[in-house]
T-cell receptor, first 111, second 112 residues
């Protein structure tokens, strides 16, 4: 298996623009998670899905952030409008039993 | 959720055994202890999980005392490539949302 696949690997955008991050979980994994990592705040759980249904989005910082999982093999995290403080590495992970499997992350820079 | 406390950083030398301790004083009966490893520019990677006593795999050992209020990740004979951040997580693995909170982790630096 190719593992969790995230795209793009790097994203540079200007403040106010819409940003869409993509994730393909490992086939057969029923849960998907979005994390954000910064030096100041570490790894923060933003939202997670179980069987494509959002279970807990309490970590989503504000209404500018939204996430969808239209099917078992694809999820998006959208930021609209983006702000410089959104600059971070965004990780997607899928889960099987007790283990989380992370993608390589998207490095987002909002100028 | 049980809160975890780990040292912020540790230094070691190649070939030494490294022990990283995590405190989780309010661990619940159904909680498991899980450790992840994160290299720069990568996502965290599962290392080991345990409930009590000792667990060993090809990468590490996990020691959990009888009161389960702490745990120790043991890395035998570390190499430079073991330089990474190590995270301890505690939660009920039967609850999908319960084992997902990462603390600050321990930054291990292995020197030649």
């Amino acid at each position: 298996d190719a593992g969790v696949i995230q795209s793009p690997r790097h994203e540079v955008t200007e403040m106010g623009q819409e940003v869409t991050l993509r994730c393909k979980p490992i086939s057969g994994h029923n849960s998907l998670f979005w994390y954000r990592q910064t030096m100041m705040r570490g790894l923060e759980l933003l939202i997670y899905f179980n069987n494509n249904v959002p279970i807990d989005d309490s970590g989503m910082p504000e209404d500018r952030f939204s996430a969808k999982m239209p099917n078992a093999s694809f999820s998006t995290l959208k930021i609209q409008p983006s702000e410089p403080r959104d600059s971070a590495v965004y990780f997607c992970a899928s889960r099987q039993f007790e283990k989380l499997f992370f993608g390589s992350g998207t490095q987002l820079s909002v100028l | 959720l049980a809160k975890t406390t780990q040292p912020i950083s540790m230094d070691s030398y190649e070939g030494q055994e490294v022990n990283i301790t995590c405190s989780h004083n309010n661990i619940a009966t159904n909680d498991y202890i899980t450790w992840y490893q994160q290299f720069p520019s990568q996502g965290p990677r599962f290392i080991i999980q345990g409930y009590k006593t000792k667990v060993t795999n090809e990468v590490a050992s996990l020691f959990i005392p009888a009161d389960r209020k702490s745990s120790t990740l043991s890395l035998p004979r570390v190499s430079l490539s073991d330089t990474a951040v190590y995270y301890c997580l505690v939660g009920d693995r039967g609850n999908a949302g319960n084992m997902l909170t990462f603390g600050g982790g321990t930054r291990l630096m292995v020197k030649p």
